[in-house]
């Protein structure tokens, strides 16, 4: 049975806050991770996401931290000790608001600094002090530089998505990060899943750590009901459509694996009558950040994604994730599906399949280590439907009709003797289709007739036998040239001399 935060020696400041958030039990990797963090000991932690990650490591640290606390304003006093870094700027911002929730009650400072906005309110910010530092390699490293903050105060260090940020190719900037911090500190890393990249990163920069799994690694979570549909290009987004009908599913995550796929696809999807919004790397922060308050308020159904801009977004009660595209890296996917069953909520992850998607989707089973069964979708226009007499018209009442006169059909011989209309299909304009077509028009017998060569021939037209006018030369249309005098001299022949 899973522990009460109140066993937990936190002190008063911070317990008010979690309790305020409504907090009661710990999820499994809190009850493993928190009291490791309070001993002081590196961590290398596997867990998915939606699993109260962020609690896991917050909370601890700001234990630890409350030692340093201190109601000063000079900045001296208020050096950055705690250091989070994280793949994505929505992640950034997301992991701050919850560790300033966290730290409300206290007098410990906190901050976040990513790309895309401007530098200089986050350089007042860190000129006045802080504690906690959330922030992303990149923009940190921009700060480092221009000499904005000092991290040789740091005791504690955070990597969380650590996977994605090797993946994205934060590699180097993590080691000049590190290159800055002091040799004594603890260091926790978590990462969603446990590759051979993440092991040599831990054994280079974590001592002795303490490895906490709170599900086998790259394992998708049990709440998560997944399925894999096999479309053509051209029909995903019917099938999307489709399923979202069948499963009366109002948001979801559709994951892409290209910004300019994820661009086309919004904009077809809002032709289509639907409320969607795109979310990549090429929109600024603010349509970023725009894009995720308008879904999170329900003002856009549809949030299109990539694989990067979506990482570690934790938006409740998200009931389903598509993914248009198979992504290229396994483990991606248990990335995205990640995205819906959170929290111990129910979820479904559909998958589109395409004929060259073989080689991903058995990546995927190797990594998950369960069986896929690619299944058939049934697409509402690929239903059996009535046809009005198999795309022909059908008039009545002459002979050589398909179907009989309105006058010598009645009562249920008429309507299955039609064939315009499959059963279950009929509508009151229909009844009445007779009443209002024209009277069928009657042939003339003249046409008939066979052709009589010896027929007596008419007179011939006026036009025929009028007499030919004789052609002029010129048309009576064309107007002569106006005759103009010369502007110069003819030139005179040189008079022969006479001997």
């Known amino acids: 049975?899973?522990?009460?935060?109140?066993?937990?020696?936190?002190?008063?400041?911070?317990?008010?806050?979690?309790?305020?958030?409504?907090?009661?039990?710990?999820?499994?990797?809190?009850?493993?991770?928190?009291?490791?963090?309070?001993?002081?000991?590196?961590?290398?932690?596997?867990?998915?996401?939606?699993?109260?990650?962020?609690?896991?490591?917050?909370?601890?640290?700001?234990?630890?931290?409350?030692?340093?606390?201190?109601?000063?304003?000079?900045?001296?006093?208020?050096?950055?000790?705690?250091?989070?870094?994280?793949?994505?700027?929505?992640?950034?911002?997301?992991?701050?608001?919850?560790?300033?929730?966290?730290?409300?009650?206290?007098?410990?400072?906190?901050?976040?600094?990513?790309?895309?906005?401007?530098?200089?309110?986050?350089?007042?910010?860190?000129?006045?002090?802080?504690?906690?530092?959330?922030?992303?390699?990149?923009?940190?490293?921009?700060?480092?530089?221009?000499?904005?903050?000092v991290l040789n105060q740091v005791e504690y260090v955070v990597l969380d998505e650590a996977d994605r940020m090797l993946d994205i190719g934060f590699l180097p900037d993590l080691q000049r990060i590190l290159s800055h911090l002091p040799k004594t500190r603890t260091t926790l890393l978590f990462s969603a899943t446990f590759s051979p990249e993440i092991k040599r990163l831990a054994s280079s920069y974590l001592q002795n750590p303490i490895t906490i799994e709170v599900a086998r690694p790259n394992e998708t979570a049990s709440t998560v009901e997944q399925r894999f549909y096999s479309s053509t290009d051209d029909d995903k987004r019917r099938a999307i459509k489709q399923v979202l009908k069948d499963r009366n599913i109002n948001q979801a995550f559709i994951f892409v694996n290209s910004k300019l796929g994820c661009a086309r696809l919004t904009r077809a999807l809002e032709r289509d009558g639907l409320k969607a919004a795109a979310l990549h790397g090429d929109k600024s922060q603010d349509e970023r950040l725009k894009a995720l308050e308008a879904f999170k308020s329900g003002e856009v159904n549809l949030l299109c994604c990539t694989d990067v801009a979506a990482r570690g977004l934790d938006i409740k009660d998200v009931p389903a994730v598509f993914n248009f595209d198979v992504p290229f890296n396994a483990e991606d996917y248990v990335h995205r599906i990640g995205r819906t069953g959170r929290a111990g909520a129910s979820g479904i992850a559909v998958t589109l399949v395409t004929s060259h998607d073989t080689r991903l989707v058995t990546d995927i089973e190797k990594l998950i280590k369960k069986k896929i069964e690619v299944e058939a979708l049934e697409l509402d226009d690929e239903r059996p439907r009535g046809r009005f007499n198999d795309g022909r018209r059908a008039w009545g009442g002459e002979e050589g009709d398909s179907r009989p006169s309105s006058s010598s059909s009645s009562g249920s011989s008429s309507s299955s003797s039609r064939g315009y209309r499959s059963e279950g299909h009929s509508h009151g304009r229909d009844r009445d289709r007779d009443s209002y077509r024209r009277a069928p028009v009657s042939k003339d017998p003249f046409f008939d007739k066979p052709y009589e060569e010896g027929a007596a021939k008419s007179e011939p037209a006026s036009w025929e036998a009028a007499k030919v006018q004789p052609v002029r030369g010129v048309s009576a249309n064309i107007k002569s040239k106006r005759k103009v005098a010369a502007l110069f001299r003819p030139a005179v022949a040189p008079v022969a001399e006479v001997q």
């Open 1 to 149: 049975m899973t522990q009460a935060y109140s066993s937990l020696a936190l002190a008063e400041p911070l317990k008010r806050a979690v309790a305020d958030m409504g907090y009661e039990f710990m999820t499994p990797i809190q009850e493993q991770a928190i009291p490791v963090v309070l001993a002081g000991q590196d961590v290398m932690g596997a867990a998915q996401t939606g699993t109260g990650k962020t609690a896991a490591f917050s909370l601890p640290l700001l234990q630890r931290l409350m030692k340093h606390e201190t109601s000063s304003v000079s900045p001296a006093r208020h050096p950055v000790r705690a250091l989070v870094l994280l793949p994505t700027r929505e992640l950034a911002d997301q992991v701050a608001q919850q560790i300033a929730m966290y730290a409300k009650y206290t007098k410990l400072r906190s901050t976040v600094v990513f790309g895309g906005m401007d530098m200089k309110p986050q350089t007042l910010e860190l000129k006045k002090g802080v504690e906690v530092l959330v922030a992303t390699p990149g923009r940190l490293l921009d700060h480092i530089e221009a000499k904005n903050v």
